[in-house]
């Protein structure tokens, strides 16, 4: 049970509402309501009456409302107490994104950590997975957010894993396999594939599972990042991998994803330096943990 979800359920009892509680707490309001229902899976409890009108308390609403209103009291008097030692009252966090991670929530999850910490500055960096782990190693970013290389980490760099993503096809609507809805790699050897920048790992991941279904792919052009990619497949290039949270989050016409036999899947997590712990750190590492629990 996480203090901020606790924010949440407050801010739905105080103005009865999902949407306005969700701006209150400047988060979407898929993830509010996510949270909660997750909390109240662990508590075995409904906490809401949920109809068209908006949300009401329950019994059990109410009495975890008075607790929650206390517990927030006490541990919002010992932060504020605490902060003073720890150093979260006042600093800067420099973090490196790469272009793809809806799979975690990474906008909401960045609207919470800064409603938490409002006086704490956020720089972020975006660039690929290879340049975050220099970027780390230089100590120009404190915190990188990418996918995991298929080679090991750096000793001197913990990980974390925050979620996964699946790959899955985007063709043109006209395309041949287009009514298919699942294919196999072995079926894509004649195709023309648009792949992702060279030294990704996403190229690197979709190249070896290529070669593993027996070929070599025929790449005509390469995309920064997957929503020019989807564009490329639009305008009837080629075929390209990728990640199925992408298709989730955008919808082209004339573009038909399809899921493919093999699993081609990316773990997307966390990595910091570990001789660069501070209190900020070590904050933001747990609250993103926290987050995707």
Same mark, same amino acid.
């Given at each position: 049970m996480e203090i901020y979800t606790m924010n949440y359920v407050l801010a739905v009892a105080d103005l009865g509402n999902f949407s306005l509680a969700a701006q209150a707490c400047h988060v979407g309001q898929p993830a509010l309501s996510q949270q909660i229902a997750k909390l109240e899976r662990e508590l075995g409890i409904t906490l809401f009456y949920r109809n068209s009108r908006g949300a009401t308390l329950t019994e059990a609403g109410k009495e975890f409302v008075i607790r929650a209103r206390e517990i927030i009291r006490r541990t919002e008097a010992l932060e504020a107490e605490m902060a003073f030692y720890a150093g979260l009252h006042k600093g800067s966090l420099t973090l490196g994104i790469i272009t793809s991670l809806q799979c975690i929530d990474f906008g909401d999850m960045l609207s919470s950590f800064c409603y938490n910490y409002p006086d704490i500055s956020v720089n972020i960096l975006q660039d690929g997975t290879h340049r975050l782990?220099?970027? /780390?190693?230089?100590?120009?970013?404190?915190?990188? %957010? /990418?996918?995991?290389?298929? +080679?090991? /980490?750096? #000793?001197?760099?913990?990980?974390?894993?925050?979620?996964e993503d699946y790959y899955s096809l985007a063709v043109p609507s006209l395309h041949p396999l287009a009514k298919r809805g699942i294919v196999s /790699?072995?079926?894509?050897?004649?195709? @023309?594939?648009?792949? @992702?920048?060279?030294?990704?790992?996403?190229? *690197? =991941? &979709? !190249?070896?599972? &290529?070669?593993?279904?027996?070929?070599?792919?025929?790449?005509? &052009?390469?995309? $920064? #990042?997957? +929503? +020019? $990619?989807?564009?490329?497949?639009?305008?009837? !290039?080629?075929?390209? %991998?990728?990640? #199925? *949270?992408?298709?989730?989050?955008?919808? =082209?016409? $004339?573009?038909? *994803? !399809?899921? =493919?036999?093999e699993r081609i899947v990316k773990e997307v997590g966390i990595a910091w330096r570990k001789?660069? #712990?501070?209190? !900020?750190?070590d904050a933001a590492v747990q609250f993103a943990k926290g987050w995707v629990k």
């Open positions: 782990v220099d970027l /780390l190693l230089e100590r120009k970013i404190d915190l990188g %957010f /990418l996918n995991r290389p298929l +080679t090991e /980490l750096p #000793s001197s760099l913990d990980f974390a894993k925050l979620g /790699l072995s079926e894509l050897k004649d195709e @023309h594939f648009i792949f @992702h920048q060279s030294g990704q790992v996403a190229s *690197e =991941l &979709c !190249l070896n599972a &290529c070669r593993d279904a027996g070929f070599e792919p025929n790449i005509v &052009c390469r995309s $920064g #990042s997957p +929503t +020019t $990619g989807l564009y490329m497949v639009q305008g009837g !290039l080629g075929i390209a %991998f990728l990640p #199925s *949270e992408e298709f989730l989050s955008r919808s =082209l016409n $004339g573009v038909t *994803e !399809l899921k =493919l036999e001789d660069s #712990s501070s209190p !900020l750190l």
